[in-house]
Each structure stands twice: as C-alpha cells, then as structure tokens.
C-alpha cells in the first residue's frame, strides 16, 4: 500500500534456482516484514527486522534469507532450499516503537512460480 | 503473542450489515487490535483499529467489550465490492512478530 515497492509483479524461477524478491518503502518506517501466503490461505510470516543490520525468523524462515542493509530496503532470497516456493509473497513494514498501536503497512506483493 | 480466531467464512447480501467477530483470549495490556481487508493477488489494506469501547471511522466501527477478549468488526450496509477476506491482528507493534490468522472470507450477494 502507498510507499511500499515490491517488484517483481510476476517471477517463474527453474528448480535449484535462487531468486530474490525486492522490497523498498519511503516511509521511514524502521520495522519492515516478509509474509507468505499460499492460494486461499492466510499469511505466515518468514522473517522480520526491527532495525537496520537486524532480522529475526518468523514462523516459515526455513529455506529463505533476507538483509538489511538499508533502513528502506529487505529484500527475501528464495533459495533452492525452499522446495515448495510458489505462492504470493507480500512485503510489509510499520514504524516503531510505539505509544499506540501503529498499523502495518502492505506492498501489492509478488507472485512467485516454479517452472 | 495473541493468538486469534476467526469465522472461516460468512455471507451477506448488499445493504446488509455485517458483523465479524475475533477471539483472542490471550490479549496483552499492550496489545492494540487492528482489521485489515484483502482482495485477490493484493496487500491486505488497513480498515480499523482500536484498543478498547468502540471506534468508528468512515468505513467501519469496532467493537471492544471490557474484558478485550474478543472485538466485532462491524461494516454498515456493504455492497459487492465489500466482497474480500477480513483478518484481525492483534499485537503489540514494538518489534513483536506479527503473526495473521487464518481471516474470514466475506462474500456479498446481489
């Protein structure tokens, strides 16, 4: 949503191939996030960062890596590790810490398949 | 981290009022609650959020009783394009995981 650049829209990536998905918001928002969400599903955390140079798995982490570098960026590697990866992949981010509840704020997401 | 539950799926026709209801038993003091909507092959989109009573905004209200243990997310005589699924997320947004529930699948019929 506003702010939040996921890209590729569409990826098809060959078995044993690493592929990395890009995540940039201009928010200024310090907590960014990586979710998966398989068809008629709901969404499964992989990993998440608080900070720059910080990252913490969340529920799914195996088989994906991520970085950050950059407070605007975190980008989420699909590795050959990973061996059901075809599923929408959608990048988040929100601001804290927070005297209130701060909102999570979404990208329109990408779509991966396995070719 | 508030674990949530959710009807998997509810149905409506346009002009209705629809109401959802969230369980989470295991709220925190901090813990806000926040709804968020979702179409097809897109980011879900904030709705609403609140910490107790009730809260209106020009789309929704959310009712919070006392206890906090559950919240209804009410959506005032939907139409078609209300159509999507609705999740509630409750947790407190300082670095903690995030974790959605399953949501509920809304499906307004003309």
């Known amino acids: 949503d506003g702010g939040i650049t996921q890209s590729p829209k569409y990826l098809f990536r060959k078995e044993g191939q690493n592929v990395t998905l890009s995540c940039e918001q201009n928010?200024?928002?310090?907590?960014m996030y990586w979710y998966r969400q398989d068809p008629g599903q709901g969404l499964r955390l992989i990993y998440y960062?608080?900070?720059?140079?910080?990252?913490q798995k969340g529920d799914i982490a195996e088989g994906y890596s991520v970085s950050r570098e950059k407070k605007e960026s975190f980008p989420l590697t699909v590795t050959s590790a990973q061996k059901n990866p075809t599923a929408f992949y959608l990048c988040?981010?929100?601001?804290?810490?927070?005297?209130?509840?701060?909102?999570?704020?979404f990208g329109e997401g990408s779509w991966l398949t396995v070719v | 981290l508030a674990k949530t539950t959710q009807p998997i799926s509810m149905d409506s026709y346009e002009g209705q009022e629809v109401n959802i209801t969230c369980s989470h038993n295991?709220?925190?003091?901090?813990?806000?609650i926040t709804w968020y909507q979702q179409f097809p092959s897109q980011g879900p989109r904030f709705i609403i959020q609140?910490?107790?009573t009730k809260v209106t905004n020009e789309v929704a209200s959310l009712f919070i009783p006392a206890d906090r243990k559950s919240s209804t997310l009410s959506l005032p005589r939907v139409s078609l394009s209300d159509t999507a699924v609705y999740y509630c997320?409750?947790?407190?947004?300082?670095?903690?995981?995030?974790?959605f529930g399953g949501g509920t699948r809304l499906m307004v019929k003309p």
């Open positions: 988040a981010s929100s601001s804290t810490p927070a005297l209130s509840g701060n909102t999570i704020y």
């Open positions: 928010l200024n928002h310090d907590a």
């Open positions: 960062s608080q900070i720059v140079n910080d990252f």
């Open positions: 295991n709220i925190a003091t901090n813990d806000y």
């Open positions: 609140g910490y107790k």
């Open positions: 997320l409750v947790g407190y947004n300082a670095g903690n995981m995030l974790t």
